[in-house]
T-cell receptor, first 110, second 116 residues
Framework: SQQGEEDPQALSIQEGENATMNCSYK?????LQWYRQNSGRGLVHLIL?????REKHSGRLRVTLDTSKKSSSLLITASRAADTASYFC??????????FGQGTTLQVKP | EAGVAQSPRYKIIEKRQSVAFWCNPI?????LYWYQQILGQGPKLLIQ????????DSQLPKDRFSAERLKGVDSTLKIQPAKLEDSAVYLC??????????????FGPGTRLTVL
């Protein structure tokens, strides 16, 4: 079963613009993670935010977590064509099990 | 550091045939996961191993799917017999356990299975 729902399902922007993706989930979590998947390839871990954290940064990535609303957002600033990929949020329980959302497909036009 | 290795990368079989996938996790990673990713969807966990023991196999269709990790290192996932709806990418991932917290998962390139 899918825990998370991502919004939007697809996003198309110009290079240099910011991209924001949202994720909502249903049950309590240990942490929430964001992954990137380029076409036809495996997933790459981007960032992990724990349930007691509200915001985290990594390079051009900014993740927020609101456990009261059971939602998270991923912001990619100053996007590049190489950021074109599918982005997934995944919630983790205390057993380490990841439950993924459906993903957001991001296209960054040069 | 070598990543998670999977083989084969692609497999085409006919329905009712059998197929097996192999995964070698990152050295030292005690936790190993198998996921199924159907086109257009996020990955779904099939089974999670901690060393050679099963932690979670609640979503593994046990009438046709089986997995083992006998020596607590590499793992095989088998489908017997395959159905059309098994067409998907099968991803293997591994992670470490820090105290009681699981760290990020590292994914292999996946095996793309097509069932005709």
């Amino acid at each position: 079963s899918q825990q998370g729902e991502e919004d939007p399902q697809a996003l198309s922007i110009q290079e240099g613009e910011n991209a924001t993706m949202n994720c909502s989930y249903k049950t309590s979590i240990n942490n929430l993670q964001w992954y990137r998947q380029n076409s036809g390839r495996g997933l790459v871990h981007l960032i992990l935010i724990r349930s007691n954290e509200r915001e985290k940064h990594s390079g051009r990535l900014r993740v927020t977590l609101d456990t009261s609303k059971k939602s998270s957002s991923l912001l990619i600033t100053a996007s590049r064509a190489a950021d074109t990929a599918s982005y997934f949020c995944a919630t983790s329980s205390n057993t380490g099990k990841l439950i993924f959302g459906q993903g957001t497909t991001l296209q960054v036009k040069p | 550091e070598a990543g998670v290795a999977q083989s084969p990368r692609y497999k085409i079989i006919e329905k009712r045939q059998s197929v097996a996938f192999w995964c070698n996790p990152i050295s030292g990673h005690a936790t190993l996961y198998w996921y199924q990713q159907i086109l257009g969807q996020g990955p779904k966990l099939l089974i999670q191993f901690q060393n050679n023991g099963v932690v979670d196999d609640s979503q593994l269709p046990k009438d046709r799917f089986s997995a083992e990790r006998l020596k607590g290192v590499d793992s095989t996932l088998k489908i017997q017999p395959a159905k059309l709806e098994d067409s998907a990418v099968y991803l293997c991932a591994s992670s470490t356990l820090q105290g009681v917290s699981y760290n990020e998962q590292f994914f292999g390139p996946g095996t793309r299975l097509t069932v005709l």
